[in-house]
């Protein structure tokens, strides 16, 4: 079975551009999650959806950062305008209620603001 | 509020020593579940166990094994034998049933493992 997905891997985009990082979830999960993992903050929470809902998104640090969940198989979290102090790996997890609440996670997308 | 403490930063140990990766969680709620994750250099996190409130019976998998002590709040993973394919970055994590029904991972700080030859 494929795993969850994250396009792109690396991004470089100068400040003030706008960035749209994707994600595929496992086949079957209901839950999908976006974290933010830097040096400083650590493994952060940015929003979760549940049946592609969104469900909490209060560790979405401002405006800039949305995200949407059309379907029950894909997933976008856009920056706009970037800024260098966004610069983070960016991962994508999903889980299903039934199978005990692990997430399994993307490989990240590694995101640079110059 | 839950709050995990992974105190130890980093550990550094030779081949075929024992270690010990240490977890301590807070929560107010009954219902939880704690989880080890596991990030190698590659960087892709790698789920390696869970365990619910209700059970503390002590796991092992292969060189890998956890403590789950409800009374000091700990949830402790030892690896036996390491090897240099153990280094990685361990962490630990919580969920709640109350409000998130489970749903939000917290995680703690993480401990760099260095095993080297």
């Known amino acids: 079975d494929a795993g969850v997905i994250q396009s792109p891997r690396h991004e470089v985009t100068e400040m003030g551009q706008e960035v749209t990082l994707r994600c595929k979830p496992i086949?079957?999960?209901?839950?999908l999650f976006w974290y933010r993992q830097t040096m400083m903050r650590g493994l952060e929470l940015l929003i979760y959806?549940?049946?592609?809902?969104?469900?909490?998104d209060s560790g979405m640090p401002e405006d800039r950062f949305s995200a949407k969940m059309p379907n029950a198989s894909f997933s976008t979290l856009k920056i706009q305008p970037s800024e260098p102090r966004d610069s983070a790996v960016y991962f994508c997890?999903?889980?299903?209620?039934?199978?005990?609440?692990?997430?399994?996670f993307g490989p990240g997308t590694r995101l640079t603001v110059l | 509020a839950q709050k995990v403490t992974q105190a130890q930063t980093e550990i550094s140990v030779v081949e075929k020593e024992d270690v010990t990766l240490d977890c301590v969680y807070e929560t107010r709620d009954t219902t939880y579940y704690l989880f080890w994750y596991k990030q190698p250099p590659s960087g892709e996190l790698v789920f390696l166990i869970r365990?619910?409130?209700?059970?503390?019976q002590n796991e092992i998998s292969g060189r890998y094994s956890w403590n789950f002590q409800k009374s000091t709040s700990s949830f402790n993973f030892t690896i036996t034998a390491s090897q240099v394919v153990d280094s990685a970055v361990y962490f630990c994590a919580l969920s709640e049933a109350e409000d998130t029904g489970f749903q939000k991972l917290v995680f703690g700080t993480g401990t760099r493992l260095l095993v080297s030859p």
């Open positions: 997890a999903s889980s299903l209620e039934d199978q005990g609440y692990e997430q399994f």
């Open positions: 086949s079957g999960h209901n839950s």
């Open positions: 365990r619910n409130s209700f059970d503390e």
């Open positions: 959806f549940n049946n592609n809902v969104p469900i909490d």
